[in-house]
C-alpha cells in the first residue's frame, strides 16, 4: 500500500479497498450469494436486503476497469475483457475482480 501511495497510484489502493469491501457482503462458502443483514440480536439468513452484486459490481466496473474510468487501474487485455463480459452479462461473483 505504502509503495501504491508513493508511485502516486492511489487508485489502485482504493479499488483493493473497494473490491475487498464488495467480497466481505458474500457468505464465504458461497461464491455468489450475499451475506445475511447485520443484527445483533439474532442470526438472520438469506440474501442482506442492502446488497446488490450487480449494481455494487457495475460501480467498481466503471469507476476502476472501463477503458473510460475515472481511476482505471492497470490491467492486461485479458483481465480487463473477463470483467467487460461479467459486466455486459450482469454476472457478477465473489470473485470477479480477483
Same mark, same amino acid.
Given at each position: 500500500?505504502?509503495?501504491?501511495? /508513493?508511485?502516486? =497510484? *492511489?487508485?489502485?489502493?482504493? %479499488?483493493?479497498?473497494?473490491?475487498?469491501?464488495?467480497?466481505?457482503?458474500?457468505?464465504?462458502?458461497?461464491?455468489?450469494?450475499?451475506?445475511?443483514?447485520?443484527? =445483533?440480536?439474532?442470526? #438472520?439468513?438469506?440474501? /442482506?436486503?442492502?446488497?446488490?452484486? +450487480?449494481?455494487?459490481? *457495475?460501480?467498481?466496473?466503471? /469507476? %476502476?476497469?472501463?477503458? *473510460?474510468?475515472?481511476?482505471? +487501474?492497470?490491467?492486461? #487485455?485479458?483481465?480487463?475483457?473477463?470483467?467487460?463480459?461479467? #459486466?455486459? =452479462?450482469? =454476472? %457478477?461473483?465473489?470473485? *470477479?475482480?480477483?
Amino acid at each position: 500500500i505504502q509503495h501504491c501511495a /508513493r508511485e502516486f =497510484s *492511489t487508485e489502485n489502493i482504493q %479499488f483493493w479497498n473497494a473490491v475487498n469491501e464488495y467480497k466481505s457482503k458474500f457468505k464465504d462458502e458461497e461464491n455468489c450469494l450475499p451475506l445475511p443483514p447485520l443484527d =445483533s440480536d439474532d442470526e #438472520a439468513s438469506g440474501p /442482506r436486503e442492502d446488497f446488490d452484486a +450487480i449494481k455494487e459490481g *457495475t460501480e467498481l466496473y466503471k /469507476r %476502476f476497469v472501463a477503458v *473510460t474510468a475515472e481511476e482505471q +487501474i492497470n490491467l492486461n #487485455a485479458k483481465q480487463r475483457n473477463f470483467i467487460k463480459s461479467v #459486466a455486459e =452479462s450482469k =454476472s %457478477f461473483q465473489k470473485d *470477479t475482480f480477483d
